[in-house]
């Protein structure tokens, strides 16, 4: 069983940063990846980003070169750096992880942009 928690939340004015922590609990944290999603008012949940077991990340287009993914495994915890910050990346952020074909969800925190 994992669960996972996300803060770090908020509004934030065009062109600011924020940094969101999604802390896991469960055995095991390092050895799997971890996703970061997006959903926005009426549209689908969408990828941000992954990091792999081995710190190898990748991400969706909106989020290169404006957004991070790290993670600490002492603290059991990933993170979303995300600057540069737009209206259109206003939208509840996931993390996700999967052990086999189950899925896991955090709760949500909510991303505003707007001045």
């Known amino acids: 069983q994992v669960q996972l928690v996300e803060s770090g939340g908020g509004l934030v004015q065009p062109g600011g940063s924020l940094r969101l922590s999604c802390a896991a609990s469960?055995?095991?944290?390092?050895?799997?990846?971890m996703d970061w999603f997006r959903q926005a008012p009426g549209n689908q949940r969408e990828l941000v980003g992954y990091?792999?077991?081995?710190?190898?990340?990748d991400y969706t287009g909106f989020a290169k070169g404006r957004f991070t993914i790290s993670r600490d495994n002492a603290e059991n915890t990933v993170y979303l750096q995300m600057n540069s910050l737009k209206p259109e990346d206003t939208a509840v952020y996931y993390c996700?992880?999967?052990?086999?074909?189950?899925?896991?969800w955090g709760q949500g925190t909510q991303v505003t942009v707007s001045s």
């Open positions: 996700h992880t999967r052990r086999g074909f189950l899925n896991y």
């Open positions: 990091i792999g077991s081995d710190g190898m990340t």
């Open positions: 469960g055995s095991g944290f390092s050895l799997y990846a």
